[in-house]
């Protein structure tokens, strides 16, 4: 069973910088791809970054493609989220997932984090 616990939301203007973090406990190595998706109000939970444990191959929505950076630390188990040049527009929930391969799906991954509130104010 795998655990995810996200922490590092909060309420930031437009143009700063936030840094999400995600705990992994219980980790399996069938669930080797860590992606961070975010549902906004009204709207379906999209993806917006992965990365697996085993190597560095990450991936981006096209909508945080060179603001967004995810990165890993396999000693902690954290997968990280740093998120810069923050938009009004990335105001959402974001959630941490485990899968056993990269999906822009979020029907494809197996368990989840509880979501940390991110609001970027104008």
């Known amino acids: 069973q795998v655990q995810l616990v996200e922490s590092g939301g909060g309420l930031v203007q437009a143009g700063g910088s936030l840094r999400l973090s995600c705990s992994a406990s219980g980790r399996s190595s069938s669930y080797d791809c860590m992606g961070w998706f975010r549902q906004a109000p009204g709207k379906e939970r999209e993806f917006v970054a992965a990365i697996y444990w085993s190597f560095r191959t990450t991936y981006y929505a096209d909508s945080v493609k060179g603001r967004f950076t995810i990165s890993r630390d396999n000693a902690k188990n954290t997968v990280a989220l740093q998120m810069n040049s923050l938009k009004p527009e990335d105001t959402a929930v974001y959630y941490c997932?485990?899968?056993?391969?990269?999906?822009?799906?979020?029907?494809?991954?197996?368990?989840w984090g509880q979501g940390t509130q991110v609001t970027v104010s104008s």
């Open positions: 997932a485990a899968g056993s391969d990269f999906h822009r799906d979020p029907g494809r991954y197996a368990y």
